[in-house]
């Protein structure tokens, strides 16, 4: 099960942001993809989960059928996280282990002008997510 519900993709993402004119424009963007993407249940907020080098609390859930197809669950108490979180999704959901391990994060990242915006622990955790995901699908 897609944790938006249905699928939204890394090329969603790109037009979303394109037509965002500024930072705000693009933080608006953000807040609104934290609504979409749902909460965790507090079952699943443990320790294990946790994503380690974010600044607020993070989590992440991650599934793989018997296609080989990667699914991904995060959750922040932070919305501007669970935000980029969404955005990070968008990108490595619904892939391989060799398609998540392929996609250039740093040029997403770049073309959404994201990075230069985020103050620098919100660098980090953002990385940190994406380390996190590329830990699990190394196996």
Known sequence: MHPFGDTITDTEIRALFQAAHGWE???KELIKL???LPSLPAEH???ANTIH???SQAWLLSEQDETGVWQF???SDARIVKGLMAVVLA???NKTSAQVRAF???TYFAELQLLQHLSPSRGNGLRAVVE???RTVAG
Request: hydrophobic share 35%; aromatic share 4%.
């Open 25 to 27: 424009a693009r933080y």
């Open 34 to 36: 934290a609504k979409q």
């Open 45 to 47: 907020r443990l320790e």
């Open 53 to 55: 080098g974010c600044e």
């Open 73 to 75: 669950h995060c959750d």
């Open 91 to 93: 990108a490595l959901n």
């Open 104 to 106: 250039n994060m740093e």
């Open 132 to 134: 996190a995901i590329q």
